[in-house]
């Protein structure tokens, strides 16, 4: 009989690394595969699971206007509770540090389904940065039977929390999913670069995102007067901000960010987000994902965070933690802009992330373990 896998998720990231992952174990033929969404992002989950060609299983729909954190834990866990009890799992996969990680460790954890976490052992050692996912994390580790660790570093990191097996270091499925999705890009470009008509791709580009909550008020402030400042510095520079619903950003960003070489567009579907990232010159971002996206196409990042759960990055050189001041934000891509030496440094530096193989390993190790 095939062992019963179940994949639960809920955002845009989320399914973006589970993309290839479930794709891998469906190729295989080898195991019964479920797909479960909370839906905690409504819109842009969608997007990428159009995108990818996952049809959920089961679709818990709990997308509500400004809910609160405790709602949506206690709700995910609610739903969750009849997904188990239908779908029957032996292992459930979580992927990263979401509410529905957490949420989906719980049920799993009461329904007495083993858990295999992705991308496992990520720490920035402030359990209120980033919030609330530096302890989802942390928490779900301890209900976690089968440890995915994408780094050397974060394996480290279980050890030393005192997890001693079931402990695989593979990479992390975000190149999978970005090599997949650069293969599918392809073959339509020109719909691509249709939709940025409006950009000088003569010029060097600069994509910013910005979203997270920690960033909300002054920080979010210096980081909009740094990009002020840079693009009425560069004439031959021109940023383009996919901005952000949340109205902590998009007021601020609207009323600060006025200049002919800063483009302010609506937020992009992944496709178009990595399309957009290999025409850039330099990203400047606090995503976590594109920490690990944008150096596998040599793009220099300059993460706007006072600290970062991904710190290999940072080791390795393809990223730099910049923080939400406007003197050392400016510092930074005035370095990248004007010394060659700089920009070589990080744009050649070798990604700790991995190659693309990582969900290949990834059954290959749960072949092992159930078959």
């Keep these: 009989?095939?062992?019963?896998?179940?994949?639960?998720?809920?955002?845009?990231?989320?399914?973006?690394?589970?993309?290839?992952?479930?794709?891998?174990?469906?190729?295989?033929?080898?195991?019964?595969?479920k797909v479960c969404v909370t839906a905690q992002h409504r819109e842009m989950l969608d997007q990428v699971l159009n995108f990818f060609s996952i049809t959920p299983h089961y679709d818990l729909d709990l997308m509500r206007p400004n809910q609160s954190l405790n709602t949506l834990t206690a709700n995910a866990i609610t739903e969750l509770e009849q997904v188990m009890k239908e779908a029957l799992p032996d292992v459930v996969f979580l992927q990263g540090d979401t509410t529905t990680v957490l949420a989906g460790a719980l049920a799993s954890f009461y329904s007495r389904a083993k858990v295999a976490h992705i991308e496992a052992g990520l720490r920035s050692g402030d359990k209120y940065s980033p919030f609330p996912e530096e302890m989802n994390r942390v928490l779900t580790t301890r209900i976690t039977d089968f440890h995915f660790a994408p780094t050397s570093l974060a394996e480290q990191n279980l050890k030393a929390e005192g997890i001693a097996e079931n402990i695989f270091m593979v990479g992390n499925?975000?190149?999978?999913?970005?090599?997949?999705?650069?293969?599918?890009?392809?073959?339509?470009?020109?719909?691509?670069?249709?939709?940025?008509?409006?950009?000088?791709?003569?010029?060097?580009i600069i994509l910013v995102t910005c979203h997270r909550r920690e960033s909300f008020g002054e920080p979010f402030q210096n980081i909009c007067e740094a990009i002020l400042h840079i693009a009425k510095t560069y004439s031959d520079v021109e940023f383009v901000y996919p901005v952000h619903l949340n109205p902590n950003i998009k007021e601020v960003a609207h009323k600060t960010l006025i200049s002919p070489n800063i483009k302010l567009i609506a937020p992009?579907?992944?496709?178009?987000?990595?399309?957009?990232?290999?025409?850039?010159?330099?990203?400047?971002?606090?995503?976590?994902?594109?920490?690990?996206?944008?150096?596998?196409?040599?793009?220099?990042?300059?993460?706007?965070r006072e600290v970062t759960e991904r710190t290999e990055g940072v080791?390795?050189?393809?990223?730099?933690?910049?923080?939400?001041?406007?003197?050392?934000?400016?510092?930074?891509?005035?370095?990248?802009?004007?010394?060659?030496?700089?920009?070589?440094?990080?744009?050649?530096?070798?990604?700790?992330?991995?190659?693309?193989?990582?969900?290949?390993?990834?059954?290959?190790?749960?072949?092992?373990?159930?078959?």
């Excluded at 920490?291 to 793009?299: F, H």
């Design 268 to 304: 992009l579907d992944y496709p178009y987000l990595v399309w957009l990232m290999n025409k850039s010159f330099i990203v400047l971002t606090d995503s976590g994902g594109i920490q690990e996206e944008a150096p596998s196409l040599g793009k220099p990042v300059l993460v706007m």
């Design 173 to 204: 499925t975000v190149i999978d999913a970005l090599q997949l999705a650069l293969r599918i890009i392809e073959k339509d470009d020109s719909i691509y670069a249709s939709h940025f008509n409006t950009i000088d791709f003569n010029k060097r």
């Design 1 to 33: 009989m095939k062992k019963k896998l179940l994949f639960i998720f809920g955002t845009r990231p989320e399914a973006i690394k589970l993309a290839p992952l479930i794709k891998a174990f469906e190729k295989s033929n080898e195991f019964d595969v």
């Design 315 to 371: 080791d390795a050189g393809t990223a730099k933690l910049v923080g939400t001041d406007k003197d050392m934000i400016i510092l930074a891509i005035k370095q990248l802009l004007d010394e060659e030496g700089a920009y070589s440094a990080m744009s050649k530096a070798v990604n700790p992330y991995g190659q693309g193989d990582t969900s290949e390993q990834v059954v290959e190790v749960m072949k092992k373990l159930l078959l």
